[in-house]
C-alpha cells in the first residue's frame, strides 16, 4: 500500500542451520558470479526496470546451500549418491522463485498440501540447491517438481531463482524422468507478462520433463489469490490421478512450528529487530544488504508540499563509513516498523504478553528453514518488526484461524471465505479484499476469534522492506541516499483509518528528536535504470508525481559533468502533479538547473488546476514534433517513471502515435520502433503497479 516499490529476500534460514557450502553455478563454470546490470545486458533483456509481482534484491555474495540429494533419503554415514528406501523420501518439491515472499508462501501450502495424499512435501529455494541434480528426482518413487515462479522486470526471473534460470539456459541435461508442474506469479499491467512462468515451463518440457498439469498464470493486477485457488483446486486431481493416490480426508489445520517459551534466557540471545545476524544493529560490519541493512541517521525530513491533504516528504539519509556505493536510478530498500498502536491492540484482543520471550521451531528437523522469522524474540518484536499486520490475509490464514471460532456462524464464515466454491470467493473478496480488512480489523469483527497468538505469528507472512528509487546523484552526494516519498492513508469500506506502513514510520523519523538520532535499516540494490554513457546524448524524462525522485538524480549528474567541461546534450523533462500551489515538487531545485541551462526543457502538467484534466502525455503530444527530432535524429535516451497501470501505459501509447505520425509507419511498425528501443536501452521504465 506504500508509495514504492516491495521486497523483501526470501526464505533464508536462522538459527543453527547445517548447510555445506554449495558452489554456485557460475563458479562452476570458472566465472564470476554476474553483476544484475551484466546480466541485465544479455541479448533479449530490455534495459528497464518493470516490476512484474515480485521485485528483486541484490544477490548475497556469500550464501550457504544444500545440495538437492538431500531429498533423496539416506542412511547414517551412507553415500549420498546411492539412496535408500526411495518411499521413505521427500515425494514433491516444491521450488520458488520469489521477491515480495508471495511465491514463497504459495510453495509452503502446496508443500502442506501434500500430506493430505500420504506425500512428503518440502518448499525449497532454488539458491540453495544444485538443481543439476533434478533428473534423479526421479529415483524417489511418486515425485514431483513443482515450480511457483514469480516474474520481475523485463521477464526476468527474481534474484533466488537466477542461477535456476542461467542453469535452464545453459543446461542440456536430460530431465525425462522428470515429472514437473509450474505456476507463474505476475501482473497483466507489465507487458512481460509471467514470462519467467512461462520459460520455466517451456524449458523444462524441451529438456525431457514430463508435465503433468498445465501451466497456471496469477496476475496480481487482478486477484491472485483466486487464481492460485482455482490452480491449486485442479492441480490436486491430476496428481492424484498421475500417482494413483487418492486423499487421506479433509484438508487439515497442520502446524509448521512448535512454540517454546524462554523462561531464563540470556537476553544478549534475543533478536529486537535485527534481519539476519545477532545484535548485527549494535556492531554494524559491511558489505551491507538485505540480510545485513545499514542503519543510517536521518539528516533531513522536511515536507515538500505547500498545501493539500497529503504529506509528500523529502529524507535524507547518511551513508558516511558504511562502504555503501550507488549510482543515479539506483533504488534504497528500507525496512519498516509496524505501527505500535497495531501491535498493542492485537496483544490486548488476544490477551496475550507481547514482551513473552519465544522461540517458533520447524518440527520438520530436515528443513533448511529454522525458524519462520529469527528467534528467540518477544511477540512484540515479532509484530513490530517481522510480519505483516496491515495487508489482507490471504484464505489459507482464514482456514487456519477457523478453527479457533467459538461462534459456529463465523467458523463458517471463514471457513467459507477459503473454500474454493463462487461463493466463498466472493465472500472473500468483498469481506477481506475490497474491505481492505487486516489480520487486526478480523479480529474486531469477529469476537469469537481468538488464536494463540503463537499460531497466529506462524501463519502471517513476513513484513517486507519497501523500495524507493533514490533521488539524489553520488557525484554531489556520495554521502547521502535522499529520497522522495508520499504518505499513504485512507478509510476503507468498514470506516477504518488504514495507513501504508513504510511511508508513515517514515514521516515519524525526524532528525535529533529528543537528542538522538532516527535510524532507517537500509541498503541499495543496483539498477539498470542509467544515465546513457555518453552525456552528449540527449534524455527525455517523464515522470509525475513521486516519479521525478531519480531524475532530480539524473538532473544533479548532468550539471556535475557540465560543471566537469563534458558536453552534455539536451536534458528534458516532463513533471505532472495536481495542483501548481500544492503539490509541485522541488520547484525551486527544478527552476535553477533551467537557469543554469542544465535543464533544457522543463514540462509541467498540472492535472486539477482547470476543469480538462491535463497529463505528462498531453504534453507529449503538444511537443511532438520535438519528441520526434530528439528520438530520431538526437537518438534521445527514454526515461518513464512512476505508475504502471496507467500513466506508463498511457505514456507508451503516446509515443506508438509519435512515432507513427512522424516515422510514416503503420501502428505496427510504430510499436516495433518502440520496442527495439527498449531491447537496445533506450527506453526505460522505474514503474509500479
Not at 15 to 43: C, M, T, V, Y
Not at 64 to 90: C, F, I, Y
Not at 195 to 224: H, P, T
Not at 267 to 283: P, Q
Amino acid at each position: 500500500m506504500d508509495s514504492g516499490v516491495i521486497s523483501n529476500y526470501s526464505s533464508r534460514s536462522w538459527g543453527e542451520a547445517r548447510k555445506p557450502q554449495r558452489i554456485s553455478l557460475s563458479d562452476r563454470h570458472g566465472g564470476r558470479r554476474h553483476g544484475r546490470a551484466e546480466r541485465a545486458s544479455r541479448g533479449q533483456r530490455a534495459a528497464g526496470l518493470l516490476l512484474q509481482h515480485d521485485r528483486r534484491v541484490p544477490h548475497l555474495p556469500h550464501h550457504r546451500a544444500l545440495h538437492l540429494l538431500v531429498l533423496l533419503p539416506q542412511e547414517k554415514g551412507g553415500d549420498p549418491r546411492a539412496p535408500q528406501n526411495p518411499d521413505s523420501g521427500r515425494n514433491i518439491v516444491v521450488f520458488y522463485g520469489s521477491q515480495t515472499g508471495t511465491a514463497e508462501e504459495f510453495a509452503n501450502r502446496l508443500s502442506k498440501d501434500a500430506h493430505r495424499y500420504g506425500l512428503r512435501g518440502m518448499a525449497a529455494d532454488p539458491e540453495e540447491y544444485d538443481l543439476s541434480d533434478l533428473s534423479r528426482l526421479s529415483e524417489i518413487d511418486k515425485s514431483l517438481a513443482v515450480f511457483c515462479m514469480a516474474t520481475y522486470g523485463e521477464g526476468d526471473p527474481t534474484d533466488n531463482a537466477q542461477d535456476f534460470y542461467d542453469w535452464l539456459q545453459e543446461a542440456d541435461t536430460d530431465l525425462s524422468g522428470l515429472r514437473f508442474a509450474v505456476f507463474g506469479l505476475g501482473n497483466k499491467t507489465y507487458e512481460h507478462f509471467n514470462a519467467m512462468g512461462k520459460y520455466v515451463d517451456k524449458r523444462l518440457e524441451e529438456l525431457g520433463a514430463q508435465r503433468i498439469f498445465e501451466l497456471g498464470l496469477g496476475d496480481d493486477d487482478g486477484n491472485l489469490e483466486e487464481d492460485f485457488i482455482t490452480w491449486r483446486e485442479q492441480f490436486w486431481p491430476a496428481v492424484c490421478e498421475h500417482f494413483g493416490v487418492e486423499a487421506t480426508g479433509e484438508e487439515s489445520s497442520i502446524r509448521q512450528y512448535e512454540l517454546v517459551v524462554h523462561t531464563d534466557v540470556n537476553i544478549n540471545k534475543v533478536y529486537t529487530g535485527e534481519m539476519g545476524r545477532l545484535k548485527s544493529y549494535e556492531n554494524q560490519k559491511p558489505p551491507f544488504d538485505a540480510k545485513n541493512p545499514f542503519l543510517a541517521v536521518v539528516t533531513e525530513n522536511r515536507k515538500l508540499n505547500e498545501g493539500g491533504e497529503r504529506h509528500l516528504m523529502h529524507l535524507e539519509l547518511d551513508i558516511s563509513n558504511s562502504k555503501i556505493r550507488y549510482e543515479s536510478g539506483d533504488h534504497v530498500a528500507v525496512y519498516p516498523a509496524n505501527d505500535s498502536s497495531l501491535v498493542n491492540q492485537i496483544g490486548e484482543i488476544l490477551g496475550t504478553d507481547l514482551d513473552t520471550i519465544m522461540s517458533l521451531n520447524n518440527l520438520d528437523e530436515e528443513s533448511n528453514k529454522k525458524h519462520p522469522f529469527p528467534c528467540p524474540t518477544s511477540y512484540r518484536t515479532a509484530l513490530t518488526y517481522y510480519l505483516d499486520i496491515t495487508n489482507p490475509p490471504r484464505t489459507n490464514v482464514l482456514y487456519e484461524l477457523a478453527q479457533y471460532a467459538t461462534d459456529s456462524s463465523e467458523q463458517e464464515r471463514l471457513r467459507k471465505m477459503a473454500s474454493s466454491s463462487a461463493e466463498g470467493k466472493a465472500l472473500y473478496l468483498s469481506w477481506v479484499v475490497e474491505a481492505r480488512r487486516n489480520i487486526l480489523a478480523i479480529l474486531q469483527d469477529m469476537p469469537s476469534l481468538r488464536p494463540p497468538i503463537d499460531h497466529l505469528c506462524e501463519l502471517l507472512p513476513r513484513l517486507q522492506a519497501r523500495y524507493y528509487s533514490i533521488a539524489s546523484s553520488s557525484k554531489v552526494h556520495p554521502n547521502a541516499i535522499h529520497i522522495c516519498a508520499v504518505t499513504v492513508e485512507y478509510e476503507t469500506k468498514t470506516g477504518r483509518l488504514n495507513k501504508g506502513v513504510a511511508t508513515n514510520w517514515l514521516k515519524s523519523k525526524v532528525p535529533n528528536e529528543n537528542g538522538s538520532n532516527s535510524l532507517v535499516p537500509m541498503y541499495v540494490r543496483k539498477s539498470q535504470f542509467r544515465l546513457p554513457f555518453k552525456p552528449s546524448t540527449p534524455v527525455i524524462m517523464i515522470g509525475p508525481g513521486t516519479g521525478i525522485a531519480p531524475f532530480i538524480g539524473f538532473i544533479q549528474e548532468r550539471a556535475w559533468l557540465k560543471q566537469q567541461g563534458k558536453e552534455v546534450g539536451e536534458t528534458v523533462l516532463y513533471y505532472g502533479c495536481r495542483h501548481e500551489r500544492e503539490d509541485y515538487l522541488y520547484r525551486q531545485e527544478l527552476a535553477r538547473f533551467q537557469q543554469e541551462g542544465v535543464l533544457t526543457q522543463l514540462n509541467v502538467a498540472f492535472s486539477r488546476d482547470q476543469a480538462e484534466k491535463v497529463y505528462v502525455q498531453h504534453l507529449l503530444k503538444k511537443n511532438k514534433e520535438n519528441v520526434w527530432k530528439l528520438l530520431h535524429d538526437g537518438n534521445a535516451h527514454i526515461y518513464v517513471c512512476g505508475d504502471a497501470r496507467n500513466m506508463a501505459r498511457d505514456v507508451q501509447n503516446t509515443f506508438y502515435e509519435i512515432v507513427a505520425e512522424y516515422g510514416n509507419m503503420s501502428q505496427s511498425q510504430a510499436t516495433d520502433y518502440v520496442k527495439k528501443l527498449m531491447t537496445k536501452g533506450r527506453y526505460s521504465l522505474d514503474v509500479w503497479s
